[in-house]
């Protein structure tokens, strides 16, 4: 059952451009979700964060967006760089009194591969 | 101030041997998780501790386990090793319980052959 998804593998954006990549979850229980870059032989890099109060949250070139009725969010990022090209991934934890014992676990989506080029 | 470290690196095992992974938090973050990414899917969760109790559980089968010591460091250990387990081993740590503000290590590449 997943929960959370990305179902674009992949994007790819011309330097200076929007790179707009999506996620999708079916659990209304969540009510925070994250979002991470991921390089090759690194871990994932947490890179800005909704609580589900929110409809948008912006962070310099990063803006991620909301939409509760849909279970859809969003990250823009604006303008792309070449250096942004890597693996991103959307995550999602529950509500602190729905989760009981999954109260920490971040569900994540399988990820899209995004290329800038220059 | 130190990020999240993880050892070792990388490390080959033969089926059915056990294999210990370490992971030493951010310093002043009390909760250690440990997910399983294998190529083309993202992290799934294994584990949850903080205070040194066992908080989350994900859906591994009983030869994984974990603890973390005093000093909020954490092991995780598998036993019994798989061919499917091969596959990159990432803790990340948080000052709380829940799920924000989770930073991840660089990983462990454990290979199974």
């Known amino acids: 059952d997943q929960q959370v998804k990305q179902n674009s593998p992949s994007l790819s954006v011309q330097e200076g451009r929007i790179s707009i990549l999506n996620c999708d979850y079916t659990?209304?229980?969540?009510?925070?979700f994250l979002w991470y870059k991921k390089y090759p032989a690194e871990g994932p890099t947490f890179l800005i964060s909704?609580?589900?109060?929110?409809d948008k949250n912006e962070d310099g070139r990063f803006t991620v967006f909301l939409n509760k009725s849909a279970k859809h969010l969003s990250l823009h990022i604006v303008p792309s760089q070449p250096g942004d090209s890597a693996v991103y991934f959307c995550?999602?934890?529950?509500?602190?009194?729905?989760?009981?014992?999954?109260?920490?676990?971040?569900?994540f989506g399988q990820g899209t591969i995004l290329t800038v080029h220059p | 101030d130190a990020g999240v470290t993880q050892s070792p690196t990388h490390l080959i095992k033969t089926r059915g041997q056990h294999v210990t992974l370490r992971c030493s938090p951010i310093?002043?973050?009390?909760?250690v998780s440990w997910y399983q990414q294998v190529l083309g899917q993202g992290p799934q969760f294994i584990f949850q501790?903080?205070?040194?109790?066992?908080?989350g559980r994900g859906n591994f089968p009983d030869r994984f386990s974990a603890r973390q010591f005093p000093n909020y460091s954490s092991e995780l250990n598998v036993n019994a090793l798989l061919l499917g387990d091969s596959a990159l081993y990432l803790c990340?740590?948080?000052?709380?319980?829940?799920?924000?503000?989770?930073?991840f290590g660089p990983g462990t590449r454990l290979t199974v052959t």
């Open positions: 990340a740590s948080s000052l709380r319980s829940g799920g924000a503000g989770q930073y």
């Open positions: 659990n209304s229980m969540f009510d925070y």
């Open positions: 909704i609580s589900s109060i929110k």
């Open positions: 995550a999602a934890s529950l509500k602190a009194n729905a989760g009981g014992t999954s109260y920490g676990k971040l569900t």
């Open positions: 310093s002043g973050h009390k909760s």
């Open positions: 501790y903080y205070e040194k109790e066992e908080r």
